[in-house]
């Protein structure tokens, strides 16, 4: 079955580092959206990417989707304690109405 | 503006028996979408409601069955618990089109013993 994968599965940062993770699917994703889980807390919406080669920023944030709608990053710029969380790719495939998450990746940011 | 609403938020239960958890969807919404998360992993597709029907599911035993109400919002049953079952259950709303962000309810916490 289809499966999404993240890497790296942790990552600790000090504060003011760039840090990135990466989504991989086994599949070609209709679109791909990024959640933000805070510890305790439940998944926030943060982007949706829909078009190959797709670029979007939101602030210190920089999405992209790969060409092959196969993959996707995230790379925050300068990090602040206030990105402390798991951060989780959704992919959907064309003709389906489910997000399959990925495996996640935990930031950890010292400060 | 109401966020998802989830009832309860913690939830004991023994081998066996059976349970319902609640949802309500954001203001405007009219598609729900049921999710499992265990400790340490993300969210795994149980099923999705849209005018009252499952329109998809996922790869979950008939033991979890879900009902959309007149007024968009829902249930999730799940009959003869097992200890596997323990999870966060997440409730999300969004439009009917699926290119519409899920908004994510707290979640409720349901503890197996």
């Known amino acids: 079955g289809q499966q999404v994968m993240q890497i790296p599965q942790y990552q600790h940062v000090q504060e003011g580092e760039d840090f990135t993770t990466y989504c991989n699917s086994s599949?070609?994703?209709?679109?791909i959206q990024w959640y933000k889980q805070r510890p305790g807390g439940h998944p926030v919406f943060l982007i949706q990417?829909?078009?190959?080669?797709e670029v979007k920023k939101q602030k210190r944030l920089t999405f992209q989707f790969g060409e092959a709608k196969k993959n996707s990053s995230l790379h925050i710029t300068a990090t602040q304690t206030t990105d402390v969380g798991t951060y989780f790719c959704?992919?959907?495939?064309?003709?389906?109405?489910?997000?399959?998450f990925g495996t996640g990746t935990r930031l950890k940011v010292l400060a | 503006d109401a966020g998802v609403t989830q009832s309860p938020t913690h939830l004991i239960k023994t081998r066996g028996q059976q349970v319902t958890l609640r949802c309500s969807p954001k203001?405007?919404?009219?598609?729900v979408s049921w999710y499992q998360q265990a400790l340490g992993q993300g969210p795994q597709f149980i099923f999705q409601?849209?005018?009252?029907?499952?329109?998809q599911r996922g790869n979950f035993p008939d033991r979890f069955s879900g009902h959309q109400f007149p007024n968009y919002s829902s249930e999730l049953n799940v009959n003869a618990l097992l200890l596997g079952d323990s999870a966060l259950y997440l409730c999300?709303?969004?439009?009917?089109?699926?290119?519409?962000?899920?908004?994510f309810g707290p979640g409720t916490r349901l503890t197996v013993t």
């Open positions: 999300a709303s969004s439009l009917r089109n699926q290119f519409y962000e899920q908004y």
């Open positions: 959704a992919g959907r495939t064309s003709g389906t109405y489910k997000y399959i």
């Open positions: 599949t070609t994703l209709s679109n």
């Open positions: 203001s405007g919404h009219d598609t």
């Open positions: 990417l829909v078009k190959s080669g």
């Open positions: 409601y849209y005018e009252e029907e499952e329109r």
